[in-house]
């Protein structure tokens, strides 16, 4: 599976961007997805994730209602609003693919495939 992220870019604080994560194959639905993040010089994060059919979702603690994922599992696509974007959400967004017919997983082991990443950079 192969995995395209897009949508970031630079954008002020409060403001909002919608990241997507394109899979090469039609039967990337049944995995269950996530969205990561990785300021400069910090670990990579949690930030959203997805079970397969998308009736479950859980997020990282400092979302606080700000971000939301959702899935279109006939485009492929997942997809991460971010909106009332802070100074500190700025770093590199990679999307990630889980287990087959998975729930959400928090950790960064659990997943199997990697977007390249795009960068969120949200100025003052």
Known sequence: VQL????GGLVQAGGSLR???AASVRTSSIYAMGW????????????????????????????????????????????????????EDTAVYYCAAGPPYGRTYIGRGSYNYWGQGTQVTVSS
């Open 4 to 7: 395209q992220a897009s949508g």
């Open 36 to 87: 990561f993040r990785q300021a400069p010089g910090k670990e990579r994060e949690f930030v959203a994730g997805i079970s397969w059919s998308g009736g479950s979702t859980d997020y990282g603690d400092f979302v606080k209602g700000r971000f939301t994922i959702s899935r279109d599992n006939a485009k492929n696509t997942v997809y991460l609003q971010m909106n009332s974007l802070e100074l």
């Open 19 to 21: 990241l997507s994560c």
